[in-house]
């Protein structure tokens, strides 16, 4: 028996709808090939990097089992049977420890957060085009802070 | 004193911090590695050791595949 993580891409709307039914839809499939689930987070509807079959959102669900190694070949063509579940991913967890931390990265490329987030007093005008532009050179400004920053460090 | 800061800066952040595995769901360590448009940095801009970029360069493409990051462009 091997320590595997999975993460699950669910469709946005069926999450909103019935995650609950869906996460224990989910978890049976592991549990029919013999795997036994150790630990679950759930990460809420969030905008998708780019769309995938067509869908703009989705919700994730991570979750933690142990299986034997043949059993993950027929998991995977199990999980790419369901119609709602948009990509799956399984990779082995070297040391076989369930990590305490568990994040699920936002992807936040919006000028106004970060420079929020650095403390910064920033006033982006209003306005149709001009917004627009102000909001693509704050992009690259952040770029180069980021750059910066790491020399500090 | 001063030596030991410069030796600290020299080394790469990821070894700094003693980090194992990078992991692929930490998109906001991997952007700090990545271009506006998602591109990795090469080594020289990143500052990473092999053995990190070689992770960062799996995390990454992980990431991407499952819509953690964009394969190309910022908002997608």
């Known amino acids: 028996m091997k320590l595997y993580e999975v993460l699950f891409l669910i469709e946005g709307a069926r999450a909103a709808q019935d995650f609950d039914g869906t996460e224990k839809e989910l978890l049976a499939v592991l549990e ?19 769309a995938v079959r067509g869908h703009r959102r989705g919700a994730y669900l991570l979750a933690y089992f142990d299986a034997e190694p ?13 119609e709602y579940v948009l990509r799956t991913m399984i990779v082995r967890v070297e040391g076989g420890q369930v990590p305490e931390k568990k994040i699920l990265g936002v992807l936040d490329t919006r000028p106004d957060r970060s420079f929020a987030a650095e403390g910064r007093d920033m006033e982006i005008p209003h306005g149709e085009g001009f917004h627009d532009l102000r909001m693509r050179e704050h992009d690259e400004i952040g770029d180069i802070d980021i750059e910066a920053s790491k020399d500090e460090e | 004193m001063k030596d030991r800061q410069f030796k600290d800066r020299a080394r790469c952040r ?17 952007q700090k590695l990545a271009t506006g448009q998602g591109k990795l940095f090469s080594r020289k801009r990143s500052g990473n050791c092999a053995r990190h970029q ?10 991407r595949y499952m819509a953690l990051m964009p394969y190309i462009g910022g908002q997608g």
């Open chain 2, 54 to 63: 070689r992770q960062a360069q799996l995390a990454v493409k992980r990431a």
């Open chain 2, 14 to 30: 990821f070894c700094r911090e003693k980090v194992e595995d990078i992991d692929y769901k930490d998109t906001q360590t991997l």
């Open chain 1, 32 to 50: 029919k090939h013999g795997g036994k689930v150790r630990d679950k987070v759930r990460f809420e509807e969030r905008k998708l990097a780019y």
């Open chain 1, 70 to 82: 043949g059993a993950i070949r027929e998991i995977t063509a199990d999980l790419n049977l369901s």
